[in-house]
């Protein structure tokens, strides 16, 4: 009598956690989804990262160097420049990590036994990536000399590295930018969905949807308070960076900052609509900690290179939007980036704003109705 009770009881709570699609989904999807992101993003090796190369010398033995780079799965030479003035404007732009600058005369400075010149201008931002792109690039033109040459030519090839944006290379120059977009997504888009969602679970919504004041007015309540909180979180950031961490701003202050608030809108209008698709305060925390915590501290370039994960993972951290805004960061206070600079990045973010805007307005009426 006992085990029937038990047993009933136990088919009453495995009913009511599968009737729930919402939780299944978290609860078997969340561990797959973990794992084959841990196993596709956690690697420290560099595959296929677009350089640029600047041939000076354009003779054999560098056409065959640069074909030894581009056959490696390190490298793509994806550029090639025809001036000095070249190399600053490929670095900023980001289409690549590093330029490889031979010097005039390269292959007859080493027929002559003299010092053959090849500079590796890497961008420090990524201080890790940069330290590998130059190590791997110095054990690729060595050993296609050496093969050349069918003899030890290691001693003529000179392969001066030259690190820029990062010149100490201080791991604290890529964490701030990722730092600062973790967290105000965090407190802008995870706090509204929660207390937008509490309200609804405690049914004080309903009380405020009958009062004299608008639906966009409530929500424009609800969320002002996170935009002003999530500003000032934005500022102290930026402020302790470059006091205590030594971080420069090299482009504008106030490019800066309303690429900020920006970000901060659009994660809060993220926050909207998934409170409008949750049922409760634990589902929008579910939810927010799924779709923002984990995608964008793995997915948005913030500790891993997105350069070195699948092509397919790459397109999936095209949707990530605090991959955009740590691009921007980077830009504006490493590179000193003006809006000429970051304009796609800048029109990505806005894009997802509108389209997290309208989602929520659409949600929000169908909720009314």
């Excluded at 201008?121 to 093969?147: F, H, L, M, R």
């Excluded at 704003?353 to 009426?365: D, E, L």
Aim: with cysteine; net charge positive.
């Amino acid at each position: 009598m006992k085990q029937n009770r038990l047993s009933s009881f136990l088919s009453k709570e495995f009913k009511h956690i599968f009737r729930d699609k919402r939780s299944m989904l978290i609860l078997f999807g969340m561990p797959i989804v973990q794992l084959l992101l841990f196993g596709y993003v956690i690697t420290n090796e560099l595959k296929n990262a677009n350089v640029a190369v600047l041939d000076k010398s354009k003779d054999a033995t560098t056409k065959k160097i640069i074909g030894a780079l581009d056959a490696s799965n390190y490298f793509q030479c994806t550029d090639f420049l025809t001036d000095e003035s070249q190399v600053h404007e490929a670095l900023r732009s980001g289409k690549v990590k590093m330029v490889v600058v031979f010097d005039a005369n390269f292959e007859r400075n080493l027929v002559d036994r003299k010092k053959a010149l090849v500079q590796v201008v890497a961008d420090a931002a990524e201080p890790n990536v940069a330290n590998a792109s130059v190590g791997y690039t110095s054990q690729i033109v060595n050993k296609a000399v050496n093969d050349i040459f069918h003899q030890d030519m290691n001693r003529g090839v000179i392969v001066q590295p030259r690190m820029v944006y990062n010149e100490e290379q201080q791991n604290v120059f890529m964490f701030v930018p990722g730092t600062m977009a973790l967290i105000l997504m965090l407190i802008s888009a995870m706090m509204t969905s929660i207390t937008i969602a509490r309200e609804k679970e405690r049914g004080t919504m309903e009380i405020l949807l009958v009062s004299p004041l608008r639906p966009s007015q409530i929500i424009m309540g609800k969320v002002l308070p996170y935009f002003f909180l999530s500003f000032i979180n934005a500022v102290v950031i930026l402020l302790l960076s470059q006091y205590v961490f030594g971080l420069p701003i090299r482009g504008s202050y106030v490019l800066l900052l309303a690429e900020s608030m920006l970000f901060i809108l659009m994660a809060l209008s993220l926050g909207i609509l998934i409170s409008t698709v949750s049922a409760s305060e634990q589902q929008a925390m579910f939810i927010s900690m799924f779709a923002l915590l984990m995608p964008t501290m793995l997915l948005s370039g913030f500790i891993y290179p997105v350069e070195n994960m699948p092509s397919w993972l790459q397109v999936i951290c095209n949707i990530i939007p605090a991959r955009w805004f740590i691009v921007i960061v980077k830009g504006i206070m490493l590179k000193g980036s003006d809006l000429v600079g970051v304009w796609k990045e800048t029109l990505v973010v806005v894009g997802f704003t509108a389209i997290f805007i309208i989602g929520s307005i659409k949600k929000f009426k169908v909720r009314l109705e």
